[in-house]
């Protein structure tokens, strides 16, 4: 019998977060044996916030050295680039038509971007057909994600309906995985963990920088668990010694993030070491991409005749 499907993918905005990495790409790691997987590089969503030539690149190469470093094997992972597979550009445009403006105008990516009195681009706006494209494309059964995803793979989900029912069955309807406990894994300030509010801790962070970022840590005083800390620790210690430790030491908030250093240390730093070795032979790792591209594309192109066919431009 046939594996069943994962498709997902991260945008190469800069480093990283250890919220990125617990809240999905560990889950690409722990299902990759399971289910035959697709995981991108989503270059053509960064184009909406990095508008220069040099960070793109850097971005790219970046994230790619990160999928390698935390354990996705080329072997049993297609690792490929969105840009480098025109049908996902192609159709979301196909979905944009079918699409109406109101629908798009209910996304929440797009309603925090007007609440904050940002000037929206279209391709924010168009954000949710673009990952749909990328989704659909590819058949998944599932997509692992993390919470503020959500709502665009249901997105995704409705477009296949949707034109399933205008043009006929099509596309299958995708379901995203979210891991449990880790929806919404706050950053340094206790708010949401993201690269917008500058208050991550990098995936591969060096020891001194995961030092500072801990020291930085908002902590309330008053209830003697600082619970920021401990939302942290959480990810990379059992939670049942974890309630034994902060129990002893209750209000010691100082030596509880001296160990949740040691314990980010532990954790970070086989990973770390991974990464440097993968970053000696960049033409390497950026072969395995092509190599990867090549394989997606060739799935891709099949999904885009039978749509090409169903919409009646494919007359010879
Ligand atoms: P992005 O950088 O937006 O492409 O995010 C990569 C993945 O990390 C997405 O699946 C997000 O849902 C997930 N993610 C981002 N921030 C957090 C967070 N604070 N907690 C849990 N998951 C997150």
Known sequence: MSKKVLLSGVKPTGKVSIANYFGAMKQFVDLANEYESYIFIADYHALNFIQNKKEMQENI???????????????????????????HTELAWI???ITTVPYLERAHAYKDAMAKGKEVNVGTFNYPMLMAADILLYSPDVVPVGQDQKQHVEYARDTAQKFNRI??????LPKEIIMKDRENIPGLDGRKMSKSYNNTIPLFAEYEEIK??????VTDSGEGIPKNVYAIHKLVRDEKELEKIYAEKTGKYKELKELLIEDLEKFIAPMREKRKEFAKDIPKALAILKAGGEKAKKVA????EEVREKIGVKIY
């Open 212 to 217: 500072k970022c801990v020291m930085s840590i």
């Open 95 to 97: 979905f944009d038509t």
């Open 61 to 87: 190469t970046d994230i790619l050295l990160d999928y390698l470093a935390i354990g996705l094997d080329p072997k049993n992972v297609t690792l490929f680039k969105q840009s480098d597979i025109l049908e």
């Open 301 to 304: 192109e099949v999904k885009m």
């Open 167 to 172: 043009f006929g069955e099509t596309f299958k």
